[in-house]
């Protein structure tokens, strides 16, 4: 697990921000996954949203890195 500073500048992605942070607080989401084509802004939408919800049990992984079984990333 990286650590990520939060995005300097985010124009017009107060909405997916909400939607993530809604499906984590709702306790019916244990898993969340962005993507989409390169150069849209994914990275800073997550160092956004990970920055604004350090206080809970969130974390975050590249996909293109996971182990073989992802009962060794816990």
């Known amino acids: 697990m990286q650590h990520l500073e939060r ?8 909405g ?3 939607d993530m942070a ?13 993507h989409g084509i390169g150069g849209i802004g994914k990275t800073s939408v997550l160092r956004s949203f990970v920055a604004s919800v ?9 996909a293109l890195a996971l182990p073989a079984r992802l009962e060794d990333l816990l």
């Open 7 to 14: 995005a300097r500048s985010l124009v017009g992605r107060d």
């Open 16 to 18: 997916i921000l909400r």
């Open 22 to 34: 809604r499906a984590i607080d709702d306790g019916s989401t244990r898993v969340l996954a962005l």
């Open 54 to 62: 350090r206080d809970r049990d969130v974390r975050w992984f590249d």
